[in-house]
T-cell receptor, first 114, second 114 residues
Framework: AQKITQTQPGMFVQEKEAVTLDCTYD???????LFWYKQPSSGEMIFLIY??????QNATEGRYSLNFQKARKSANLVISASQLGDSAMYFC???????????FGTGTSLTVIP | KAGVTQTPRYLIKTRGQQVTLSCSPI?????VSWYQQTPGQGLQFLFE???????NKGNFPGRFSGRQFSNSRSEMNVSTLELGDSALYLC?????????????FGSGTRLTVV
């Protein structure tokens, strides 16, 4: 079974509007971390936000927030006030406490329309 | 502080050749992990090193190998290159290998096998 599932291959959003990128995960570990990365065409993976499995509050980092629903095993990324520079691939990833690797989803290509 | 440096940025090799990629982590980071990114398979974990020891290895053939030096710099080697090895190879460094701290990716090495 896939550890990370991103069901939206591509998304469009109007500039200045908010957008939600979906991510569900699968793990039997009690302790794990969830990450979102942005990958522009240059290739570098840019860290956006982190949510620990024991964190009770949803993580926020500037315009990024993570809607963490543990029972549903979902960790959706919300980008508020979209900017043209937000156009990129976005990857959801998980790292289990018992392992030493990231599991990545297939990514969502976000295009911000002026 | 300087980020994760991967060299070279671009590489073109012929089938059957071997290649060595280099990753210099952020100063003080002792964990380096490698990922292969292809359009078909997405991001896949290759291996992780911590203090010169390989801690985990992904599901790749023995043609893929790596090592880490005492200064934490890491190299990965691919022998007998195949067309399917064409990919973006990313490395990430971490201070501890756990939690949100220090998972910083480099810009990658784009390998093309012809």
């Amino acid at each position: 079974a896939q550890k990370i599932t991103q069901t939206q291959p591509g998304m469009f959003v109007q500039e200045k509007e908010a957008v939600t990128l979906d991510c569900t995960y699968d793990t039997s570990d009690q302790s794990y971390g969830l990450f979102w990365y942005k990958q522009p065409s240059s290739g570098e993976m840019i860290f956006l936000i982190y949510q620990g499995s024991y964190d009770e509050q949803n993580a926020t980092e500037g315009r990024y927030s993570l809607n963490f629903q543990k029972a549903r095993k979902s960790a959706n990324l919300v980008i508020s006030a979209s900017q043209l520079g937000d156009s990129a691939m976005y990857f959801c990833a998980m790292r289990e406490n018992t392992g030493n690797q990231f599991y990545f989803g297939t990514g969502t290509s976000l295009t911000v329309i002026p | 502080k300087a980020g994760v440096t991967q060299t070279p940025r671009y590489l073109i090799k012929t089938r059957g050749q071997q290649v060595t990629l280099s990753c210099s982590p952020i100063s003080g980071h002792r964990s380096v992990s490698w990922y292969q990114q292809t359009p078909g398979q997405g991001l896949q974990f290759l291996f992780e090193y911590f203090s010169e020891t390989q801690r985990n290895k992904g599901n790749f053939p023995g043609r893929f190998s790596g090592r880490q030096f005492s200064n934490s710099r890491s190299e990965m080697n691919v022998s007998t290159l195949e067309l399917g090895d064409s990919a973006l190879y990313l490395c990430a460094s971490s201070s501890r290998g756990q939690g949100r701290n220090g998972y910083t990716f480099g810009s990658g090495t784009r390998l093309t096998v012809v």
